[in-house]
DNA sequence: GTTATCAATATTGTTGACATTTATGTCGGG
DNA sequence: CCCGACATAAATGTCAACAATATTGATAAC
């Protein structure tokens, strides 16, 4: 018993939801609120779940069952039933009538579909982002992409690296301003966080990858969304070619 | 008491999904699979209902109330829940704790967003289709869309248009052969179902359409995917300027 | 006439027990 | 030694009653 606080990293970028117009305009209370608290709650385990199933904590094919979830985290087994509902639609896990849910499995064609998803999305979302955003957003990151990080790169140093992507994912989203785009590349993204880690792991993967994000980024810079948005397409077009030479190694 | 069968139309595109539940000739298997009929009458109650949303047979900022949906259909209020969760899940309703689900409104903003989605997403199945499907597949669409079609549309008949249109996208996103980019597509055209046929019954807009898609399925026919996919972009954007022109009487 | 308080009602959220189905292990026969 | 039937166990699916909460209407005070 008492596996309570396992839950690991379980990072992911979450970029939220409105939760659309009830109209109300007061209501500025949120401490005093069990029920509100209640849904959060469950938002919360799926979040953990969705951390656990990305970075492969629960590899495919893990059983996911109910009443095992439901004392883990202390909630009823229905309310762990709506949560495995969720991860359902989110092509996450399986579930198949009276036998269960098991984490679903990523076979190298989905993988593929997912980049020619990405490539859209992302590049669709770097345009909006040079559009909206006012150029100076992108010096600082024109900045850590600089020679000290390609000197940390030709060390092995990577993290910096990998860091500055994710920061750079998230203001690209946040200045793209749609909601939209930015959940579906949320669900893609979860599906293959683990997959995407590696392939920046590859050999020289991140000295290339660094360079033609500086490429990107000095488009973005000038204001140039149609280059910008090429630019972003060639780079996953690219980290899709480097998988797929060394998909082998990979999956 | 007994307001059964109040399903109504419920039209909706249908990717030939046939109900064909019983009148199976002799075939009493009906009863050697209660579960799977289970699980596949969800589904048909989510279909039913993600159809009367599309058409604003239900308009947004309807309220969804567990009982009354669980005697229309006769089934337990457990599986309207978990229907109802699955609505949340695709953005078609937004539930507050206690106060229960209610039919999501689309402001003008997110009606905008999707149509980039759209053209992001529409871009890239046109594209691999042209790339996976023979040239020849194109040619009834050719035929379709030709000098009847414009004549008929001429005298206000834009029907044919409506349902070819519809075609043309099926066997597109079938030749695409990406289930992520098909599923995407799926939940913003339900949402913006509506929309879609007003742009089109706009005055001149659907004799625009049909030229641009000629345009479109000759670079498709001579297989030249970047070409198509370029046309498939302008098309989607035209019909943002119409909707953007035309926007108060639209929406 | 307006506003605030409070009870009445309706709806959602939760719980636990029960039914159904699948998987597992055992036993007997071949 | 292998195979099938049966019993057992464990998990999911289902249901009805109960609890908590929001909405509505009425009443009284100002």
């Given at each position: 018993m008492a596996k309570k606080n396992v839950q690991g990293a379980a990072a992911m970028a979450d970029q939220g939801r409105q939760s659309a117009d009830d109209g109300s305009a007061g209501a500025p209370d949120v401490s005093a609120r069990p029920e509100r608290n209640r849904k959060e709650r469950a938002e919360e385990i799926l979040h953990t779940l969705r951390g656990r199933i990305a970075n492969h904590?629960?590899?495919?094919?893990t059983r996911l069952q109910e009443v095992e979830l439901a004392e883990e985290f202390d909630v009823s087994r229905a309310a762990v039933r709506e949560i495995l509902g969720a991860l359902e639609q989110r092509g996450l896990v399986n579930r198949v009538p009276n036998r269960g849910a098991v984490v679903a499995r990523l076979d190298i064609e989905e993988i593929y579909e997912i980049f020619d998803v990405r490539e859209a999305l992302e590049g669709l979302c770097v345009r909006l982002a040079t559009q909206n955003?006012?150029?100076?957003?992108w010096d600082p990151f024109l900045e850590r992409f600089g020679d000290e990080m390609a000197e940390a790169i030709a060390k092995g140093e990577v993290e910096p690296y990998i860091d500055t992507l994710e920061d750079l994912r998230r203001e690209t989203v946040r200045w793209a301003g749609n909601s939209h785009a930015t959940h579906f590349l949320d669900l893609l993204l979860e599906k293959t966080h683990l997959i995407k880690l590696r392939v920046m792991l590859l050999p020289g993967r991140a000295a290339a990858g660094r360079e033609m994000h500086v490429e990107m980024l000095r488009h973005m810079r000038a204001g140039d969304a149609a280059a910008a948005e090429a630019a972003k397409k060639r780079i996953i077009r690219s980290a899709r070619d480097w998988l797929e030479r060394y998909r082998s190694f990979v999956m």
């Open positions: 904590e629960l590899p495919p094919g955003a006012p150029p100076q957003t």
